[in-house]
């Protein structure tokens, strides 16, 4: 069976990009490039519907809520790379 390639997917809705989405989206990139992880396809998409949760982050089966740039940083090092979810920051959705 061949491998499942991990995505991570940034709502970017206008409440999302006004509540940071776009530098989310940004930090979560340029973590992606500094550890050399290529298997990770990063994407964006439109509303996801929970405005007062914003910016949502999908990895793979979960949802992070208000997702700030470091969180994202933080994202990369500890679920991407280390399997941990950060349960603290899952999104009320999941």
Do not use: N
């Not at 519907?49 to 994202?75: F, H, K, N, S, W």
């Not at 090092?77 to 959705?93: C, F, K, N, S």
């Amino acid at each position: 069976m061949a491998e499942r390639e991990l995505s991570i997917i940034v709502g970017m809705g206008t409440c999302a990009i006004s509540a940071g989405a776009r530098e989310v989206f940004l930090a979560l990139a340029e973590s992606l490039e500094q550890y050399g992880i290529k298997s990770v396809k990063l994407r964006q998409t439109g509303c996801i519907g929970y405005c007062e949760q914003e910016p949502l982050v999908r990895v793979g089966e979960v949802t992070y809520a208000r997702v700030t740039p470091d969180r994202a940083r933080a994202i990369v090092r500890q679920h991407v790379l280390g399997g941990t979810v950060i349960r603290e920051w899952l999104a009320e959705i999941d």
